[in-house]
């Protein structure tokens, strides 16, 4: 079963850094559940929410409005990794963030494979 782990997340003032990665194990062969990945956000009474979505090939990359010009998302195939570089954090940006595989877009509902989280606090 295809595993999945975050790192990265902590407490940052507005306006700080963040990067969160995922490291992706046992994944055998040519698995097409594994085409897509994305990082979603999930805030206590709030549905999840998909924050960036990218392809296994990386041309086909997708941001929520509300990160866009701020989030940069990056996938390295051979090293079984997906990170989140964020940039000029507002508090609004705070919550848990998973990663996911095997889905499409920023489609929850899609995924089939989910990490366990990571906090993100952002201070104003």
């Known amino acids: 079963r295809m595993t999945l782990v975050e790192s990265g997340g902590g407490s940052v003032q507005a306006g700080g850094s963040l990067r969160l990665t995922c490291t992706v194990s046992?994944?055998?062969?040519?698995?097409?559940?594994?085409?897509?990945m994305a990082w979603f956000r999930h805030v206590p009474g709030e549905e999840r929410s998909g924050v960036a979505a990218i392809d296994s090939s990386t041309r086909y990359i997708v941001y929520a409005d509300s990160v866009k010009g701020r989030f940069t998302i990056s996938r390295d195939i051979a090293e079984n990794t997906m990170t989140l570089q964020m940039t000029s954090l507002k508090s609004e940006d705070t919550g848990i963030y998973y990663c996911a595989a095997g889905g499409w877009r920023l489609v929850a509902s899609r995924y089939q494979h989910w990490g366990q989280g990571t906090q993100v606090t952002v201070s104003s």
């Open positions: 046992n994944v055998s062969g040519i698995n097409t559940d594994y085409v897509y």
